[in-house]
């Protein structure tokens, strides 16, 4: 921040009461102080400087750290492995890195699939051609153990980027499945994927009555599976090309619809002792929802990438979509979203029930970037730096609202306390959902062997999508390539990973699935 | 038809030198020189090939066959450390990895139906061109396009045609009033992937086949004519049987590559629906360069590469005679 | 054998065949010229509304098709169209070179037996996905990996086989008296082959020539892999045509594909009457 010193002093005078709340926030923002920070001060119950010194320090440690290594570095340039199309987050700060620290920064894209690919390969190449990666959290284990990237742990306990801080740290549990592989800090997440719904206010509008005089109750976004199912049902329309929802039904994105409906039903993956769950009566049940919807889903649903997906929902074919956060902007962009710009009204994932009975709210947190040190790097500590001040609670929130990035909202303050480019990007309702939802997560196969498992299900789900097999059977099948891989990658090793994944998730989907009495 | 080519123009002009004069007369010591010299030019001329094969092929390929008998990974430390486990990748292959064994069957099916339709589309329009038409060359060189074009956008191109909106189901509506989901059922994904490649290599066929008929000598042909065969007759009895040398080497060539058919599927379906259009290229890349099981996707080119050998080799069989030439 | 004139059914035939062809190319041309709200339209649009130039602007100025809303393209091609250029051209000459000289070898010097067309094609046989981590912990070794020549010496291995076998049969060809005739007159063996055989099989020449760089060209796999910032290819840059805001960019994809055939299809044009005769790799002896 420019203007530190003017800044700690407007918070002195205001925490001594010498300034009334608005000539505050209206100095803050003249002294140039970012919005988060002052957002964030505003709405602390601490003092302000005591706010201030605390949601701007991982900023200012890492930046304290980056000057003092850049001076020390001999290569004075730091280059990323990023993902196509993610560059914009990125770009707005070269300037600053180049002019302030005299470190230039190299992106290399690969397509979004690949860098996974690219990283292990480094494992085996060394090339120490990247500094810094950006793979998503399913990569972590696999890294680790290729010894391909660092464990950051001793560096977050010295430069603490407030990874676990309640009021602005990565939002629990995101915080521990998304960014830790066995309790040990493996990258920084900047990107807070997950899958949530949305529904076409409009259409509720227009039909309102013939829905409640239809089903009994107000129209409104689902608040069950069962509810959602009746709304599909309801409002599809296939001879206007109308459909009931845009789901997913294609091969690599399939899996995460049964995921997510396995997860709200209160099943896990793996019990404690790494035996497949997903092949009981919830994964049937779970499976045999999905068919049922088969019925109100657009013909392209087998063929869907996100890009198509969310082009579809624009066009206004569908009066559902399952999306990560960024089809919500794109539904909400005139330009990518003709058909439902001011039209969208957006929930967490529907709840299920559990085996006792419960009413269980659960998400799945799926993909998900985050930043990498290489172990290959001639100065991890700078690429550690770098890392650690991207997604710093405030850089983070300035950072997040830029075009031609994937980066969505992670940091508790981006959603409880956001900028007011933060709320003009995602709106106040979608951020709040995006907390509610986050807070409820449960991973991908975040694990030794992850893209094997994923796959290994994703088959087997796709089978019983197009009837070639039974539900019971394709889990069946799914349970048994997943044994397969769970010897072959090693039992104690995943299940030690499990163990500890499976440990940090919200309380109530732990109580539901038993994984609290897991030792 | 015109079937002279520049080196028969050659033929005598230069030619005047009895066989015999240039056989007779060096000494036996000459003899053995010319015929060292000679050896050591014929290594000359391999040389070059010879060194990068053995450099940029054949080290790979030791280095992969090295490691198709460990159970390496990146994730399981160096390669140096990993121990000899004989043949158990080869083993789980081939006795325990369905998901392999299927999609090698899979691949020969598609392999079989691709290469007859293109062979039976490509010999048919060769011989329509054997006719003299207004605007030949014009159209022989567009019907050729389609090799020209990259896998991956045909890739592209032919996910964007069969989209449920999309050219293709607008045109079958129109004719039928229905229109499939093409990516839905393993029976249309699979007409989608066999019309993309057939797309994309009829072309090469139908080059090989219009060169071999136009290369066929013709007293044969005369011959059946004046006989009094019908062109029907003349064509499966006289011409076929000549032009299966070409047809056998063409579905060769083309059988070699589409082993590796794998930007068009991958971009196309994935694999799906499951893995019923899952090649086996789609799945040694997955198990290469997604899971990292170097290994055992080592392993598995190993099989595919001997398989192939197999079969080029008993393929080539019937035409061996002719491909080799005359040796001296 | 016939030169009778084609008939109606035939002549449909052939019509059929040619929008069978060009359908497809038709459609990458007209969504090279769709604007960015064109590309994924549904109904499907055929003829662009408004045809424009943009995504080929694109490709060269990253920025341009920032007038429509759709940002986050940070390379223009001009790399891969160089990379794509020199690796391909460069790959293809030393290809056919060698492989000249190794047909010549064959086809005049070495003893073949039944094995020798097994052992010229295998090269060509090996799953690529194989052999490309081998490449990676070599190349990294000897500091190939990410560069030219390192590309340019794979795509020459993989090639060689085909650009082998292709020539051979177009020497089988040639009597070798001729060559012959001339090493009489005082040629050397080297010149003899160079002087007469080559220019004999010019269409032999330009036929595989085509053929290779073809191959060439459209290389996916060891590119990817190969490739971290100092190198890239066209294949490689069409799958970077996603950004976060428009999803894959499919008309800036299709500009690309247009530029990267054209010269293909202009080269097949101007040396068809050498691909209608030559291209039957030895199968037809005379």
Same mark, same amino acid.
């Given at each position: ?519 | ?256 590559? %589409?082993? @590796? !058919?794998?930007?068009?599927? *991958?971009? $196309?379906?994935? +694999? ?7 090649? =086996?290229?789609?799945? %040694?890349? @997955? !198990?290469?360069?997604?899971? *990292?099981? $170097?290994?055992? +996707? ?7 590469? =001997? ?22 | ?286």
């Amino acid at each position: 921040m420019k203007n530190h010193v003017s800044i700690q002093a407007a918070c002195e005078s205001f925490d001594a009461g010498l300034m009334p709340r608005r000539t505050f926030l209206k100095s803050l923002a003249a002294l140039g102080a970012t919005a988060s920070v002052a957002n964030y001060i505003a709405s602390s119950p601490a003092s302000a400087s005591t706010a201030l010194a605390t949601i701007s320090g991982p900023e200012k440690r890492a930046w304290a750290l980056a000057k003092e290594m850049a001076a020390k570095a001999d290569k004075k340039t730091l280059t990323l492995l990023i993902p196509t199309g993610s560059i914009g987050n990125m770009t707005p700060y070269a300037d600053k890195w180049r002019d302030e620290l005299g470190i230039m920064l190299e992106f290399i894209e690969e397509p979004d699939e690949v860098v996974h690919t690219k990283g292990m390969q480094e494992a085996v190449a060394k090339t120490g051609r990247y500094d810094i990666m950006m793979p998503t959290a399913m990569s972590y284990p696999d890294w680790i153990d290729s010894g391909v990237i660092y464990d950051l742990t001793d560096w977050t306990e010295a430069y603490n980027p407030e990874l676990f801080s309640p009021e602005f740290g990565v939002v629990f549990p995101a915080s521990h499945h998304a960014q830790l592989y066995n309790g040990r800090v493996a990258g920084l997440l900047n990107d807070g994927d997950q899958i949530t719904l949305l529904c076409r206010s409009d259409k509720m509008a227009e039909k309102a009555k013939a829905f409640e005089d239809a089903y009994g109750r107000p129209v409104g976004v689902p608040d069950t599976w069962q509810e959602y199912h009746e709304l599909a049902q309801f409002f599809h329309d296939p001879d206007n090309g109308f459909f009931g929802s845009l789901e997913y039904r294609s091969r690599y994105y399939v899996k995460w619809m049964f995921m997510q409906r396995l997860m709200s039903k209160g099943m896990l993956y793996f019990d404690g002792e790494m035996n497949p769950t997903f092949n009981g009566d919830e994964g049937v049940a779970a499976i045999e929802d999905m068919l049922a919807v088969n019925e109100y889903l657009h013909p392209d649903a087998f063929s869907f990438t996100w890009s198509s997906n969310y082009n579809a929902f624009g066009r206004g074919e569908g009066f559902m979509n399952i999306v990560w956060p960024s089809g919500f902007k794109y539904s909400k962009a005139p330009s990518t979203g003709p058909a439902t710009t001011g039209n969208i009204a957006a929930t967490v994932m529907p709840a299920d029930y559990t085996k006792s009975g419960e009413k269980l709210y659960a998400g799945l947190f799926c993909w998900g970037y985050g930043y990498a040190v290489s172990r290959y790097s001639e100065n991890p500590e700078l690429a550690y730096a770098y890392a650690q001040w991207m997604t710093s609670p405030t850089i983070g929130a300035d950072a997040i609202p830029y075009l031609g990035g994937y980066s969505d909202p992670y940091r508790v303050n981006h959603m409880k306390a956001p900028t007011e480019r933060l709320i003009e990007t995602y709106s106040p309702e979608y951020l709040n959902t995006l907390y509610e939802n986050m807070v409820n997560t449960v991973p991908d196969f975040c694990l030794p062997g992850g893209f094997e498992y994923q796959d290994a299900l994703d088959k087997e789900i796709h089978a019983a999508m197009t009837g070639d097999k039974s539900p019971k059977q394709a889990l069946d099948d799914a349970a048994q390539a997943v044994d397969r891989i769970t010897r072959r990658v090693g039992r104690e090793k995943v299940q030690a990973s499990w163990l500890s994944l499976a440990q940090n998730l919200a309380d109530p989907i732990k109580r539901a699935s038993g994984a609290d009495k897991w030792s | 038809m015109p079937q002279e080519i520049a080196i028969s123009d050659l033929k005598g002009t230069r030619l005047g030198v009895p066989a015999a004069d240039r056989t007779s007369a060096p000494s036996p010591t000459g003899a053995q020189r010319a015929a060292r010299k000679r050896a050591r030019f014929a290594r000359g001329l391999a040389a070059p090939g010879m060194i990068i094969s053995v450099f940029v092929l054949v080290v790979p390929l030791l280095v992969a066959l090295a490691m198709s008998f460990t159970t390496w990974s990146p994730t399981r430390g160096s390669l140096l450390d990993a121990g000899f486990e004989g043949l158990f990748n080869y083993e789980e292959l081939l006795v325990y990895d369905t998901r392999f064994v299927e999609a090698v069957a899979r691949t020969l099916t598609l392999s079989v139906i691709c290469l007859s339709l293109e062979l039976a589309i490509g010999l048919g329009l060769a011989v329509i061109f054997l006719r003299e038409f207004k605007g030949k060359s014009v159209l022989f060189s567009t019907l050729l396009t389609p090799m020209m074009v990259m896998p991956v956008v045909v890739g592209y191109t032919f996910w964007m045609l069969f989209q449920s909106n999309g050219p293709i189901n607008q045109i079958s509506m129109i004719l039928f009033g229905t229109a499939p989901e093409w990516f839905r059922s393993a029976f249309f994904a699979w007409i989608v992937v066999i019309v993309t490649e057939v797309w994309h290599w009829t072309p090469l066929f139908f080059l090989i086949m219009l060169s071999g008929l136009n290369s066929l000598p013709e007293n044969p042909i005369r011959a059946a004519v004046i006989l009094g065969a019908s062109p029907r007759q003349v064509f499966w009895r006289v011409v076929l049987p000549m032009l299966k040398p070409v047809i056998i080497v063409a579905l060769v060539i083309r059988a070699m590559e %589409i082993v @590796k !058919l794998f930007d068009e599927v *991958f971009i $196309l379906t994935r +694999g799906g629906p499951s893995t019923s259009t899952e090649t =086996i290229s789609l799945y %040694i890349y @997955k !198990l290469a360069f997604q899971d *990292f099981q $170097l290994a055992y +996707g080592a392993a598995a080119a190993f099989l595919v590469l =001997i398989g192939t050998l197999l079969m080029v080799h008993f393929l080539l069989a019937p035409v061996r005679d002719q491909l080799l030439g005359e040796p001296r | 054998m016939n030169t009778r004139p084609l008939t109606p059914l035939l002549a449909l035939v052939l019509l059929v065949a040619l929008v069978v062809t060009l359908f497809p190319i038709f459609w990458i041309v007209m969504t090279a010229l769709k604007p960015p709200t064109d590309w994924n339209a549904a109904p499907a649009i055929w003829i662009p509304s408004e045809p424009t130039l943009i995504n080929f602007l694109t490709l060269f100025d990253p920025d341009a098709i920032g007038a429509f809303g759709v940002g986050g393209i940070s390379e223009s091609a001009t790399a891969a169209v160089f990379g794509s250029i020199l690796t391909s051209t460069c790959a293809t000459l030393i290809s056919v070179g060698i492989g000249f000289f190794a047909a010549i070898g064959l086809s005049r010097y070495t003893r073949v037996n039944r094995f020798t067309p097994l052992f010229i094609l295998s090269g060509r046989m090996f799953p690529p996905a194989a052999i490309a981590v081998p490449f990676v912990i070599i190349f990294s070794a000897i500091q190939l990996i990410d560069t030219y020549v390192g590309l340019i010496a794979i795509y020459v291995a993989i090639t060689l086989p085909f650009a082998t076998w292709m020539l051979k049969s177009f020497v089988d060809e040639v009597p070798r008296e001729v060559e012959e005739a001339a090493m009489i007159d005082g040629q050397s063996r080297l010149m003899a082959h160079l002087t007469v055989t080559a220019p004999l099989i010019k269409g032999g020449l330009f036929a595989t020539t085509l053929f290779i760089f073809i191959l060439n060209w459209s290389e996916f796999l060891f590119a990817l892999v190969l490739s971290y910032s100092n190198i890239e290819t066209i294949p490689i840059r069409l799958a970077k045509y996603v950004t976060a805001t428009a999803g894959t960019l499919f008309g800036v994809q299709a500009a690309l594909a247009v530029l990267a055939m054209a010269p293909l299809i202009v080269a097949g044009f101007l040396i068809q009457k050498h691909l209608a005769r030559g291209m039957t790799f030895g199968a037809v002896k005379r």
